[in-house]
């Protein structure tokens, strides 16, 4: 149960009186008019913009029904917790035996200083866990866009909870082993269920402290928060959780190569889809990271912490390339299994994020477009010719990779995702037949009739899993593609590597790494 009770964010503005509902009725029938207006100025600009084909712009906004639909609670209140001050090292306290809580048996003390109160969002109307970070992920650039100080208070939120554990005994559902609900370091799954921000990790069917993605995506969305609104108190504030991630994903580069393995299981957001060794997905998500770390920590002063960022970054980018590249697109991972060869749509959300922040790619810019057109050919054109979105999974024969359920799936808000991709390098028309695949389906008289009610996924046939979902709010990704914020565009460029020394050990090791391992560099 919840320990606590919060008002709506508008008892901020109206107070929790019998009176307040009146008000509030009151203000809407007055102010109704401005509201439109309002609207209307928000919307014209894109409404008008010729680039965008008609179908883009009703999903574009169609789509934000979620913000709304999708579960949300918005109190007016900030939960008693600070970060602890600047550091480059991990803080915490290793005799605690629970979370510090974030909400106690009494009400805290509310320092709401951003005047923003606190957000919470469902994954979806099936799954129930508030503010899910790994499809986050794929949503938050609709929050960042649009409600920029509501994305860097779920920040602070998850930057909190990185710094904090949990030792309660749970019991995980895919093998039956017992752990502990949350620990120090690791990125939470989700903000919990029945008392959010206080119980963490509501999600229990596999142990979300041995996946390989979630800490990667917290350091990729708080530098790209971070690029976006310039806000050098946010950036400070979640810089020891920054720092405290990167070293807790690291005890997974077990050949100390800087390179992150992942162990065999589904240890990712595709949690039914199994990896091992490295992967396409989490590899490259390391690789953005690592990178992002670097330039997070330039600006705020940490030179020696980006130069050392940066050289692990250049021997992990080698050993990724030369285990993944195969001369068209990265492998799935680099084992043995049926799906190792697979084109994977969502291989690039590394650089997805890397491009959509304002830094370097990381791989040549004919590298990255060469996996986008293969992907673009596989896994979106020999799907129904395009017209159901790209499929997660398809083997370099042109057939779907039918090992698991979520293989052989299209994902909405990946598909959208993808589209963002291909948009910042350069591939609009790629982007926008693959992206309107999920309008065909999903919104337009001819699809499945999925209006308004977008689900996580569905099959080359229509069958549909968890309607009212919240990673296709990616399309927000696409418009920020289109028209990115002010703060990147003005921001003078980044050169991660312009002060890393790279010591003679490590020229050693990336010297012997081409010689031993050339990875192919053709197209086709």
Known sequence: ?????FGRRYTKFYGTSPRSAINLAQDALMKYKHWEEEIDKWQTPILRDERFPEWYKITLFNELYFLVAGGTVWIDSDLSSSLPE?????????????????????PPDFDDKENVGKFLYLEGVEYFMWCTYDVHFYASFALLDLFPKIELSIQRDFARAVLREDRTRVRFLADGTWGTRKVIGAVPHDLGAHDPWHELNAYNIHDTSRWKDLNPKFVLQVYRDFAATDDMSFGRDVWPAVCTAMEYIEQFDRDGDCMIENDGFPDQTYDAWTVLGVSAYCGCLWLAALQAAAAMARSLGHDDYADRCMVKFAKAKHVFEAKLWNGSYFNYDSGTSYSSRSIQADQLAGQWYTASSGLPPLFDEDRIKCTLQKIFDYNVMRVKGGRIGAVNGMHPNGKVDETCMQSREIWTGVTYSLAATMLLHGMEDQAFTTAQGIFLAGWSEEGYGYWFQTPEAWTIDGHYRSLIYMRPLAIWAMQHALSPPRAILEAPKVNTMERAYVSPGALQFLQDSVRK???KSGCF
């Open 1 to 5: 149960m919840i320990s606590c009770s």
């Open 86 to 106: 600047d550091s480059d090292l991990p803080l915490h306290n290793s005799t605690c035996n629970s979370t510090v809580p974030l909400i106690g048996s009494s």
């Open 517 to 519: 391992i050339t990875p």
